[in-house]
Nanobody, 123 residues
Framework: QVQLVESGGGLVQAGGSLRLSCRGS????????VGWFRQAPGKEREFVSR????????DYADAVKGRFTISRDLAKNTVFLQMNNLKNEDTAVYYC????????????????WGQGTQITVSS
């Protein structure tokens, strides 16, 4: 298990951009895959994006494909989520999560979670 700290949330206008950061503790963070999930009021938590240990394999939910980009800086123990062309429906609490070795689009496969950060998109 690793501890995760998120940053970068806030209020943004529709069409704007925002970048989220997820920093993992310890030198073993390099052995963990990372996923991003979000949860809007009254809805279930949904998959957003994931990235493997090397940072070379990346995947996105259809709702954000072409607008969001996930990346990681192994030297800094940090995973980023660049969000462009934000829409009202992107409003949610965003969570990063870590899983040993292998990625997943299923939230219950992840053992470590960040505290969540609110993203609000206004028109």
């Amino acid at each position: 298990q690793v501890q995760l700290v998120e940053s970068g949330g806030g209020l943004v206008q529709a069409g704007g951009s925002l970048r989220l950061s997820c920093r993992g503790s310890g030198r073993t963070f390099v052995n963990y895959a990372v996923g991003w999930f979000r949860q809007a009021p009254g809805k279930e938590r949904e998959f957003v994006s994931r990235i493997d240990l090397s940072g070379r394999a990346r995947d996105y939910a259809d709702a954000v494909k072409g607008r969001f980009t996930i990346s990681r800086d192994l030297a800094k123990n940090t995973v980023f989520l660049q969000m462009n062309n934000l829409k009202n429906e992107d409003t949610a609490v965003y969570y990063c999560a870590a899983r040993y070795r292998y990625t997943s689009a299923e939230a219950d496969k992840y053992s470590s979670w960040g505290q969540g950060t609110q993203i609000t998109v206004s028109s």
